[in-house]
């Protein structure tokens, strides 16, 4: 009958429209999530040649390896992917700055900037010293992974995860499998890192008779207070000489 066929017509022409709708959504999420990744793509490029920039400018040093640093960086930050999350990058600048081989050279998100300046770190608990290629524990903290693991000081860290070293970070902050020399015996372990509250601040004791060893992990300005300063200085008097110590200091605000 005609109105059994115009509601025949009726319901064709609405799921024509329908699929004309569904279709230009579709088109329109596609366009979207396409453009979102071209903008991520451009945002994690950005950000990686941002920092290749900085330290092309910033190095004091204009040597032969900077220069080949330099353009493999910029090569690298050209190939960068607008699928990698926030967490996926700085771990890929990480990377690329562990190259260079410099100490104090490093990114952090946030969340890792405040925990540092807190003095919370997620670290092994090994600190080491890079002695003509060789990376030697100097201190192994109380109660971390390094030293639950078995880690000593004088231990040569030779390997993380298969791989030669070649950054005092990884030895600090490197999760996986370690391999260290002690004497003649090769031992290996696996190390996490895991959050740390590390005690800053500025000691001073006496390591041979009249003479002193000041130790300043950090020049953050709260340890420099006058009260605790005070405290520090007033027994500077007591020794004819003074070492100071700043292995491992981080920088501060102090001024």
Not at 173 to 183: A, D, P, T, Y
């Amino acid at each position: 009958s005609r109105p059994f066929l115009l509601s025949v017509k009726s319901r064709g022409f609405i799921l024509r429209k329908t699929g004309y709708i569904v279709l230009a959504f579709s088109f329109l999420l596609l366009t979207s999530l396409v453009f979102k990744r071209v903008m991520s793509r451009d945002i994690n490029r950005d950000v990686y040649h941002y920092v290749c920039e900085m330290v092309a400018n910033k190095y004091l040093y204009d040597e032969q390896d900077l220069q080949l640093w330099v353009k493999d960086c910029f090569y690298r930050s050209r190939q960068a992917k607008g699928s990698w999350s926030k967490n996926q990058l700085l771990e890929i600048i990480r990377q690329q700055l562990l190259r260079l081989d410099t100490s104090h050279l490093d990114v952090y998100n946030p969340v890792e900037e405040k925990a540092m300046w807190e003095g919370r770190e997620q670290i092994t608990g090994m600190f080491a010293r890079s002695i003509k290629g060789e990376f030697i524990v100097y201190q192994v903290l109380e109660g971390s992974p390094a030293d639950r693991s078995g880690v000593q000081v004088g231990d040569i860290i030779k390997s993380l995860n298969g791989s030669s070293l070649h950054s005092l970070w990884q030895v600090k902050r490197g999760s996986g499998e370690f391999l260290w020399l002690r004497g003649q015996k090769m031992i290996s372990s696996k190390i996490i890192p895991r959050e740390i509250l590390i005690d800053y601040s500025v000691k001073l004791k006496q390591v041979f008779p009249g003479v002193g060893l000041l130790t300043i992990p950090s020049f953050r300005s709260e340890f420099f207070a006058k009260t605790e300063w005070k405290k520090v200085t007033g027994q500077l008097s007591k020794y004819k000489k003074i070492i100071i110590d700043l292995r491992g200091n981080s920088g501060g605000n102090f001024v």
